[in-house]
């Protein structure tokens, strides 16, 4: 089992940058492929970026595409979201989650583990 806690949101402007973390808990973290989704207010939950578990295959939305960078940490357990020219279109509460499926995918019931999440708020 792996429990995921988020940090790192909080209040930017557009134009601004946001660097997310997600710690995981367990030795077998290293195992899992690792995504980020996001979910704004009044919409459904969705995938921003994944990566798989030794960090040389990522793949993002196409809203995160140029703008935000997945990577990971095994050895400090943690995965990162380098959130760059954000816009209020990207005010969100910030999910991360763990996969045992091998794969990056874009699904979130493909996900078995799920931090608390953590707001971004991007102002105009």
């Known amino acids: 089992q792996v429990q995921l806690v988020e940090s790192g949101g909080g209040l930017v402007q557009a134009g601004g940058s946001l660097r997310l973390s997600c710690v995981g808990s367990g030795r077998t973290f290293s195992g899992y492929v690792m995504g980020w989704f996001r979910q704004a207010p009044g919409k459904e939950r969705e995938f921003v970026a994944g990566?798989?578990?030794?960090?040389?295959?990522?793949y993002y939305a196409d809203s995160a595409k140029g703008r935000f960078s997945i990577s990971r940490n095994n050895g400090k357990n943690t995965v990162y979201l380098q959130m760059n020219s954000l816009s209020p279109d990207d005010t969100a509460v910030y999910y991360c989650a763990a996969s045992g499926d091998g794969l990056i995918a874009t699904r979130e019931g493909r996900y078995n583990y799920w931090g608390q999440g953590t707001q971004v708020t991007v102002s105009s």
């Open positions: 990566i798989n578990w030794n960090g040389r295959d990522t």
